[in-house]
């Protein structure tokens, strides 16, 4: 069965410092993974996803991913952090050879302080 | 229309009512899937729609939970005999499956189980 661990339920940045936000991966076939954002009463939004292309992949808003197969990891980085981007972020394998379905870490809190 | 749309955004019923949740896909999308997100955890699978087919409906907790999709565009996520447990954040999304694109998550329907 397939899962992701997200190390790490709330994280707190100064605003400017870098942000990492990590990701575990379990999976018995190469996988699909993804990073969402949700603002506080809102849907999830899509920052970025790999599909085994290129391991490094860059997102929205600044926001890139490295794929390590060795680690089994998908951590999400930032090089400055922006009061904006304070939000729950999520972690996700998607089960591609059956239905597509999502399935989703626990989530990070990100705190970004001015 | 422009997004996937979710109605009502909140509902609040009496425990032992019935609920209907309302999922209005992106024209053309002809995979559909329903999650659950409690508070302070990710988004749980309850059900994938291809077409008007339920083609996995293996997260469903029990069997007061249902979905239709009669016309392959529309679902509704129907709740009997609601229980304070069941209060959460009701999430679809849709793509079109097999073509390697992201899922389109609508806002949500926040219910709440008095």
């Known amino acids: 069965a397939q899962s992701v661990t997200q190390l790490g339920s709330h994280v707190s940045v100064s605003e400017g410092a870098l942000v990492l936000l990590r990701c575990n991966y379990s999976?018995?076939?190469?996988?699909?993974l993804f990073w969402y954002v949700q603002y506080p009463n809102q849907g999830l939004q899509l920052l970025l996803k790999y599909t085994s292309a290129a391991t490094l992949v860059k997102g929205i808003n600044g926001f890139e991913a490295e794929f390590k197969k060795s680690e089994t990891s998908f951590h999400l980085t930032k090089p400055s952090a922006h009061m904006s981007d304070a939000a729950e972020y999520f972690c996700a394998v998607s089960d591609q050879h059956n239905t597509d379905k999502l399935i989703f870490g626990t989530g990070t809190r990100l705190q970004v302080f001015p | 229309g422009a997004g996937v749309s979710q109605t009502p955004s909140n509902k609040v019923t009496e425990k032992g009512k019935y609920v209907e949740l309302r999922c209005d896909p992106i024209?053309?999308?002809?995979?559909l899937y329903w999650y659950r997100q409690s508070l302070g955890q990710g988004p749980e699978f309850l059900i994938y729609f291809q077409g008007t087919g339920a083609a996995d409906d293996s997260g469903l907790p029990n069997d007061r939970f249902f979905a239709v999709r009669p016309e392959g565009s529309v679902s509704t996520l129907k709740i009997q005999r609601t229980e304070r447990g069941d209060s959460a954040m009701y999430l679809c999304a849709t793509n079109t499956r097999g073509m390697n694109t992201e899922a389109f998550f609508g806002q949500g329907t926040r219910l709440t189980v008095v």
């Open positions: 999976s018995s076939v190469p996988p699909y």
């Open positions: 024209s053309g999308h002809t995979a």
